[in-house]
């Protein structure tokens, strides 16, 4: 079973409209949370990196938020754009030597 | 600073058949990550390198894959001989990491891959 559960699996909205992914995780025990960002055709990039004790994180229109009680997490992206038309990608990594645990993405798409 | 390098982009085979890829990591990061990803979904670690060892390859078919790190530095992953099922991209990460798992990936273009 996948440790690292997003939703939705895909969303289509409107340039200039906001959205919200869903990260459900069961790793533990929990050091931190990324969320990454994939274009088509590249390899992720990381937007923002969160630790147990920091509930919210931003990046320029991407908000990061953490909730390490309930261990879910959501990256808002507020006023839309084209280039915002991507595959996000929550990353949760355990204390110590874990490999990362990778969920399988929501494919956002921004339509003119 | 340059990204991480990985060639070819593309490469197409047929079943049975060996390819190799190649990765250069961010000057000076110790830790070189392989991964696969199949079309919709998330990356998954092959191998992992610290310097030139191996730290996990738990979830490498070893009867097919393999992975080296000569020198510390860039690395090469081969398949021999290729299935249909890996067709996916192949994604290359490094960090500089020297402990634990806090550290940014940083992750380079990817190799499709595509077994025919």
């Known amino acids: 079973k996948n440790q690292v559960e997003q939703s939705p699996q895909s969303l289509i909205i409107l340039e200039g409209k906001n959205c919200t992914l869903q990260c459900n995780y069961t790793v533990s025990p929990f050091s931190n949370l990324r969320w990454y960002k994939q274009d088509t055709g590249r390899g992720p990039v990381s937007l923002t990196i969160m630790t147990f004790s920091e509930n919210t994180k931003s990046n320029g229109r991407y908000t990061a938020t953490l909730d390490a009680d309930t261990k879910q997490s959501s990256l808002h992206i507020t006023a839309s754009q084209l280039s915002d038309s991507a595959s996000y990608i929550c990353?949760?990594?355990?204390?110590?030597?874990?490999?990362?645990?990778f969920g399988a993405g929501t494919q956002v798409v921004v339509t003119p | 600073e340059a990204g991480v390098a990985q060639s070819p982009r593309y490469k197409i085979i047929e079943k049975r058949q060996s390819v190799a890829f190649w990765c250069n990591p961010i000057s000076g990061h110790a830790t070189l990550y392989w991964y696969q990803q199949i079309l919709g979904q998330g990356p998954k670690l092959l191998i992992q390198?610290?310097?030139?060892?191996?730290?996990?390859d738990s979830q490498l078919p070893k009867d097919r894959f393999s992975a080296e790190r000569l020198k510390g530095v860039d690395s090469t992953l081969k398949i021999q001989p290729a299935k249909l099922e890996d067709s996916a991209v192949y994604l290359c990460?490094?960090?500089?990491?020297?402990?634990?798992?806090?550290?940014?990936?940083?992750f380079g273009p990817g190799t499709r891959l595509t077994v025919l």
């Open positions: 990460a490094s960090s500089s990491l020297t402990s634990g798992n806090t550290d940014t990936q940083y």
């Open positions: 390198f610290q310097n030139n060892g191996v730290v996990d």
């Open positions: 990353v949760v990594s355990a204390i110590g030597w874990g490999k990362l645990q």
